[in-house]
């Protein structure tokens, strides 16, 4: 069973850094997908960056590109999301994601959450003015 258990959010003022991270256990096949997604009050759940295990292939949405970056721990079997020069619109609660397989377009993956087999909780973060 796949378990994906994320840590890190808070509150922080714009302009300052937080990084968040993916605890994920079960995902004894070789090739898969792991990210973040996010969701705001009032808006639909947006992919925000995602990396492959096959070959570290990375991707960002574009409203986070230069400011967020994505990295994981194989030996810990950890995810982790830096989170540099925050912005209020930032503000949304940030889940871990996870499917068995390469995705062919990872901007599509992120782009349609349906692709998604495995969810964690969600972790909180909150960006004041």
């Known amino acids: 069973e796949v378990q994906l258990v994320e840590s890190g959010g808070g509150l922080v003022q714009a302009g300052g850094s937080l990084r968040l991270s993916c605890s994920a256990s079960?995902?004894?096949?070789?090739?898969?997908?792991i990210g973040w997604f996010r969701q705001a009050p009032g808006k639909e759940r947006e992919g925000v960056s995602c990396i492959t295990s096959s070959d570290g292939s990375t991707y960002y949405a574009d409203s986070v590109k230069g400011r967020f970056t994505i990295s994981s721990d194989s030996a810990n079997s950890t995810l982790y999301l830096q989170m540099n020069n925050l912005k209020p619109q930032d503000t949304a609660v940030y889940y871990c994601?996870?499917?068995?397989?390469?995705?062919?377009?990872?901007?599509?993956?992120?782009?349609?959450?349906?692709?998604?087999?495995?969810w964690g909780h969600g972790t909180q973060v909150t960006v004041s003015s």
């Open positions: 079960g995902l004894t096949f070789d090739d898969y997908v």
């Open positions: 994601a996870s499917s068995f397989g390469i995705p062919s377009d990872l901007r599509l993956y992120l782009n349609n959450d349906r692709g998604v087999a495995y």
